[in-house]
């Protein structure tokens, strides 16, 4: 996987299927101290961003991608329920939407330098046409949107460039979450584009070792941490909750050693733990309570003093997915919804 599929396959997930009760998350409660790390992250994103509305990062890789940046900056603001328009960070999420708008519209659609990109920023142009009514981010989204149908291949999954012939597992999850919010949202998404995605899906998954590989008959060596977690949430919000596959993928996150929720253990560690948390809470209160005071333990104590996290690929990137992690329980985003 390579560095950019860190950088943008974050972010983000669609509103999600409802569960089943014995599956249910009874209590989900954020302690003053993970409030107060939110907080302050927030307020660290809102000082980096520049005139125009965009966000940059600094380090290797982030620096380099704004639209991802943005995209995953304005989805950390909404998680802890701010909106466009209104209140502390109104301004500074209508200039974000404003940035990503304007390269859409630049681009026929296309949001990202590469597929990764484009479909966190369909994923947030999504969610924040939830809040809005501005036209033009409706436009936006469905013109971004037919980039993504227009491009899966004919396995049923996505690559790195807007074209219709490669595919791997990390691509294709993303595209899978911003299909899956941007229907949510009201836009047309046909059930077959969400079959084949499935079926490629299923594919990736290794019968003799168990658990998501980065392609399919990639071999026991290819099966990570990562892409077991993208996996299984690829098919919780495709409608797959159930499947023997799914309960699998769960089974092997949570019986995972727990040196797992040490920061950087793992490859793509923010990536991972952005995917797990998510499947742990659609999982139920058996999977989530366990796993949620552990990782956002070790956030808070990894949280650096002007607000930022620096774990991967620079703070905007590390900030804004640590807040997206950390921010599971409020509940405000539909992608955070059971």
Known sequence: METLTIITTVLLLAALPAAAAEDQVETAKLTPEVRAAIDRGLAFLAKRQNDDGRFEGQGTGSGQHPVCDTALALMAFMVQGHVPGRGE?????????????????????????????????????????????????????????????RAQNGAGGWRYQPLPVDADLSVTVMQLVALNSAREAGIAVPDQTIRKAVNYVLKCWNPSGGGFCYQPSGGEENVRFATTAAGAMSLIMSGQRDHPRTRQALAILAAYPDVKFRARSVPYWLYSHYYAIQDMYQGGDKFFQPWYPEIAATLVNEQWKDGSWQIDEGPIFSTGMAILILGVPYRFVPIYQR
């Open 89 to 149: 960070y109104g301004r500074t999420m209508d200039a974000a939407i404003a940035y990503l708008i304007g390269v859409a519209e630049k681009n026929t659609g296309y949001l990202g330098g590469s597929m990764y990109e484009h479909g966190l920023a369909t994923l947030a142009l999504s969610e924040a046409w939830g809040h809005s009514k501005n036209n033009r981010i409706r436009d936006a989204l469905r013109a971004a949107v037919d980039v993504t149908l």
